[in-house]
């Protein structure tokens, strides 16, 4: 590094500036930006007015905003559990030693692969209450119906289901590469001490893999609280703007009722959450940046 | 002993056909109907043995022309995206990896922040903005917007991978004489090419599949295949399912055999991306 030739910030400047010039345009002034439009009345092609508080007032008493916020929370809180659950018990049988592991983690990362509209249209058909064949399967099993297009609890069971199918990918190649980072002689050691297949896993495995754990248990809060295209394309919110969630509220607010004062107010709740979400995520990685530095 | 074995065996046997099931079954189900004849798409149970037919792709093609409109705007926005995305990193990522106690840790910091504001957020003040512009309804909207919203992400790929590149390798050619360009482009980038493609998966899966932003910023001619397949799915007359699932199918296959061949890169970012930032 000493034998750098001098002015070197002159050189490096132009290489890092493309990114910056990029978040900055894109994704930090606009948002800034939209703290200002929330505080101001405005409606697209009129003049702004300042309102000061009253548009976060008028979000935050408003029912469907308080009604897209539950569902938002129900559907992260079992989806992205359950999510962990299965991912974690794959990982573990995957480690276990499988026949065609390499092929079968191929097949676990299809889901990565389709889009959310590709994978709407193929739930929407397999669940469709008339002629889907899930649908039949589940009645074939005396199962109760799932009624996803009047029932907005169902609705939304559909919803985190489909979740599930398209994001257990990252949840697993996350928990997966972080078991296979676990040493064996750890194993080995509490093997020969005598340890049951369950004391392993409570004093070996899940220890090492806490903090895969939450990492990807916070990855998958930030980008779960950003639902839209699924809600959107499967129930337009509805019936009754019963299954809304954060961003289907947000959107119609701005789009459709043309309110982009109050969206913008929805828009910064949305990140307060969202920051409030990787608290813990962003003082973990303070820590190891300045550690590196 | 052996008892418990068997048992075992069986178990990990059930939960492997469960998890094929699950992963595949959506995907082959979708793709296998789309050959089928009309009324086997129907059948309950599912008809897997069936004579192939390319009907609802001939009825795709003459009835949803704008589909393959679609198709060729994803391939220009896709491809656009990437390279941006992949070019913007790996500039970045040299200068972070190389010169770290240059900058501020909060540099890179920031960055990777920056992955936390939703995108949805910044169409409230970017859609009055681009239609101010006249960039409504184009593909660079959609470039833009797809490269940037991966290149925090991609910078601190790019600097993962060229961090495990020996420095000894740099100050040979910097003694050579090699401005910091050259070395980059000559030295440095073909090594950490596994970054580069692993960023362009990303990338790529992306762009390919996005609706919120093609939707918003969209109308007609810039228009992506995911989004027409949206209204395909919305479409008021009822839904032409045969016709959807080939739309699907001719969706879904390009960047489903991306991800399978490409699938050592996908999980090498995966877990690079989310243990560094």
Known sequence: ?293 | MRLERLLIGLGKMVAVILIVLWSVFPIAFVVLSSFKPGRDIFAVPPKFVFTPTFAHYLNLWERWGGFFDGLRNSLIVTVGAALLAVTASSLAGFIYSRHQSRFPAGSIFFLICIRLIPPIVVTLPLFPMVNWLGLNDTHLVLIVLYATFFVSLGTVLMRTFIDQIPRELDEAATIDGASQLTLLVRVILPLAAPGMIAVAVFVVVYAWNEFLFAFIFTATKAKTAPFVLSEMISSVDGVDWGVLFAAATVQLIPVLLFVIVMNRFLVAGLTAGATKG
Do not use: C
């Open chain 1, 1 to 293: 590094m000493e034998r750098q030739p001098r002015g070197l910030a002159g050189v490096t400047l132009p290489f890092i500036a493309p990114v910056h010039v990029m978040v900055l345009g894109v994704i930090v002034i606009p948002s800034l930006f939209v703290i200002w439009l929330s505080f101001q009345s405005s409606t697209f092609g009129q003049s702004a007015r300042f309102v000061g508080w009253d548009n976060y007032v008028r979000v935050l008493s408003d029912p469907y905003f308080w009604r897209a916020l539950l569902n938002t929370v129900l559907v992260i809180a079992a989806a992205v559990h359950i999510e962990m659950l299965i991912g974690l018990g794959m990982a573990l049988l995957f480690s276990a030693g499988l026949p065609m592991r390499r092929l079968l983690l191929v097949v676990v990362l299809a889901p990565y692969a389709i889009s959310e509209v590709t994978a709407v249209a193929m739930w929407r058909f397999l669940f469709d209450p008339d002629v889907g064949p899930v649908t039949a399967a589940i009645a074939w099993l005396g199962l109760p119906a799932l009624d996803w297009t009047f029932v907005p609890a169902h609705g939304l069971i559909l919803v985190g289901l489909l979740t599930i199918w398209l994001h257990l990918p990252f949840t697993f190649i996350i928990l997966y590469a972080a078991r296979l980072a676990v040493p064996k002689e750890l194993y080995e050691a509490g093997r020969t001490d005598g340890a049951s297949l369950w004391q392993l896993f409570r004093h070996v495995t899940l220890p090492m893999l806490a903090p895969a754990i939450l990492i990807a248990m916070l990855f998958r809060y930030i980008f779960a609280f950003r639902l839209f295209s699924e809600v959107w394309l499967m129930t337009q919110g509805g019936p009754a703007r019963t299954t809304e969630v954060v961003a289907v509220y947000l959107y119609l607010e701005a789009f459709r009722y043309n309110s982009f004062g109050s969206a913008a107010a929805t828009a910064w709740i949305m990140v307060a959450i969202s920051l409030l979400l990787a608290t813990g995520y962003i003082w973990r990685l303070k820590k190891e940046t300045s550690h590196a530095a």
